[in-house]
């Protein structure tokens, strides 16, 4: 997103002593971070969580953040909209693989199945960095986005699909898995109007940052389950697609645990940008608005309290015999707030004999990588990453005992195995996933029995 240089002096003006007194203390090697965190990395930190502990309402953060900024410079992009599917299975196959990695107690939304708007993102070639968006309809772009495409094999001479799933709030767990899963069907199996012509599974690579992680993850996991259960297929638009893995999952940052239960989350905090919650995990409400609190009252803003440490919610969760049978995975993660829950589940990955790719980089925040890209670690991310998409294409990953540990201010890299990458046990994590989702249910319970008694009597 991009913004104009008045908008951005006038969002920092208020934070001026704060910046200033970052750099000076920065720079004589006195700030918290110093030791860590180059100036830049340190001001992005410290300015953006104090802009974020401003909480807004959730409405206005999220036409904030699916503002579009216009299109221009060295990329296609080309807008479509996978149609909704004839058929409730795709809905239906979410739900047998949540009552599968359930305990019978959980409960969530019922979305329905709709269609998915996305984007088709290629490299431009041969462009200025502010050329305009040529003036063609959207499967005219995707054909001059096609006729650049020069291979799978490569991060800039391939194409990507990104997908606008719903949000929450509003449309909480399991809409956007649902989404998640009409859109991968909807590239094996092209829906009638599509740009597109039918992409192998093991040409397809799932991939996101953050919370997009999180969905690359379980949607992962749904497959899996979907497999090991015994079902082949799933009917769409009128035709059975068969249940195919893909290639390869990379996650940045990928948000692993929503219940945020692991030590990172404070211990990290001075490091990152992300606001932690407080010790009982709660976190300072957003300003109420017209999809916030939600009706019933729950905790968390993407899901029931039932369903915090549900594999197919936290990936922390799955348990090393549900990762068997896993393609390769490549993270990154840096010294934030999520590290402990990357580490375990990468962990946990590599015990079920998962080829598990992981970049730490140490001193750095929450999706450093795309924040930082011209970081000598973020470049070093973006290698590996590249050497993973096509090792996995190829065919030609092996199996790693050891990640790949970045240290700050010194780029030194060192090797520790993955048993080794964090000292938290298995059993200390279990124990704080089943008290996060324990105490949600508890409050989420006493919010539905004080709204019962809000409610007028009838006179009799």
Not at 231 to 256: H, L, R, T, Y
Not at 333 to 338: K, P, Q, S
């Amino acid at each position: 997103m991009s913004y104009s240089a008045f908008a951005i002096a006038k969002l920092l003006f208020p934070y001026l002593p704060l910046i200033l007194k970052t750099t000076i203390l920065n720079l004589l090697n006195l700030s918290p971070n110093s030791t860590k965190q180059n100036l830049q990395t340190e001001l992005v930190v410290t300015v953006l969580k104090a802009i974020l502990q401003k909480r807004a309402p959730i409405s206005k953060a999220q036409r904030i953040g699916c503002r579009d900024p216009g299109i221009k410079g060295p990329i296609w992009i080309s807008k479509t909209t996978f149609t909704k599917p004839k058929e409730e299975n795709v809905q239906d196959a979410v739900f047998r693989a949540i009552r599968e990695l359930g305990d019978g107690q959980e409960t969530y939304c019922v979305p329905g199945v709709s269609a998915v708007e996305g984007e088709w993102t290629g490299h431009r070639k041969d462009v200025a960095s502010k050329e305009p968006r040529p003036d063609l309809p959207e499967d005219g772009m995707y054909k001059k986005l096609m006729a650049d495409v020069t291979s799978d094999l490569t991060i800039t001479g391939a194409r990507v699909f990104s997908a606008r799933y719903r949000l929450a709030p509003q449309n909480p767990f399991p809409a956007a898995l649902v989404d998640a899963l009409v859109c991968y069907l909807s590239l094996l199996s092209p829906p009638p109007g599509s740009f597109h012509d039918a992409v192998p599974a093991n040409r397809i690579i799932f991939c996101g940052d953050s919370a997009g992680g999180n969905l690359a993850l379980v949607l992962l996991q749904t497959l899996m389950t979907l497999q090991r259960l015994g079902i082949e297929s799933i009917q769409f638009n009128g035709k059975d697609i068969p249940i195919e893995i893909p290639a390869a999952v990379s996650g940045f940052s990928p948000w692993c645990d929503i219940g945020r239960t692991q030590p990172s989350i404070w211990d990290n905090e001075k490091y990152d940008f992300l606001v932690a919650p407080s010790r009982t995990g709660l976190t300072e409400p957003p300003p109420p608005d017209n999809i916030w609190p939600a009706k019933p009252q729950r905790v968390e803003l993407y899901c029931d309290g039932s369903v915090v440490c549900h594999p197919l919610i936290s990936p922390l969760a799955a348990l090393p015999a549900l990762w068997e049978g896993s393609p390769p995975i490549y993270m990154c993660v840096g010294t934030e707030a999520l590290q402990d829950e990357c580490l375990v589940t990468a962990r946990r990955m590599h015990k079920a004999g998962v080829p598990v790719f992981l970049d730490y980089l140490e001193g750095m925040p929450h999706c450093s990588a795309m924040m930082f890209p011209k970081n000598p670690m973020s470049k070093k991310c973006y290698a590996d990453w590249k050497d993973f998409v096509q090792g996995a294409l190829e065919g030609t990953l092996e199996r790693r005992d050891a990640a790949n540990w970045i240290q700050a201010k010194t780029f030194k890299e060192t090797h520790p195995p993955f048993e080794d990458l964090t000292s938290i046990s298995d059993t200390e994590v279990d124990q704080a996933l089943v008290n996060a989702q324990r105490w949600r249910m508890d409050k989420e319970e006493q919010w539905r029995n004080e709204a019962s008694n809000e409610m007028p009597k009838a006179k009799l």
